[in-house]
Structures are given as structure tokens and as C-alpha cells.
């Protein structure tokens, strides 16, 4: 669970019983997704790579996310754009 835990950076101020049903969710949709913890480091990266051709990301608050509902898996992520590059 740590790298999954460091790959979508779950926000640590949340009670206890959400932070589990986050958990949760987040195995969940893993499990459905079929996609394995390496798959998921490396998507991850490369699209860091790409978004940094254009923008300065913010790397410490970045946010990944994989949420799976009605039978459909999602990842979403939240890059805080610090500069756009000319």
C-alpha cells in the first residue's frame, strides 16, 4: 500500500474512518482497473513529463487518483501549475 499511498498522496487530515473508505475505494478501483503498481508509477510519470513540456508543476502537492464507479474506472489528477513556460 506505501506506493500506492505515495503515488495518489491521500490528504493526511482526514479522519480516520474517511481516510479508510478513501483506502478502500482507491483498492477497489485499483483491483478493477487492472493495471499494476509499476503501470501506475510509470503513467504517472510520463504524464508529468508531458504537462512539464508546457507548464512548472508544483511536485510536492500533486495529486493522482484512480476512482472506479458504475463499472467505470477513472484517474484523475491535480497538477497546481506554478508557471506556464513560453
Not at 11 to 36: C, F, T, V, Y
Not at 72 to 77: E, F, R, S
Request: glycine content about 4%; charged content about 30%.
Amino acid at each position: 500500500m506505501g506506493l500506492l499511498e505515495r503515488i495518489f498522496n491521500p490528504n493526511a487530515s482526514q479522519p480516520s474512518g474517511q481516510e479508510a473508505k478513501q483506502r478502500l475505494k482507491l483498492i477497489i478501483a485499483h483491483d478493477r482497473s487492472g493495471l499494476s503498481e509499476e503501470t501506475l508509477e510509470t503513467m504517472r510519470q510520463e504524464i508529468l513529463q508531458v504537462v512539464a513540456r508546457y507548464v512548472e508543476v508544483d511536485l510536492e502537492s500533486t495529486e493522482f487518483n484512480l476512482e472506479s464507479e458504475e463499472g467505470m474506472t477513472a484517474l484523475t489528477a491535480n497538477l497546481p501549475i506554478r508557471r506556464i513556460k513560453n
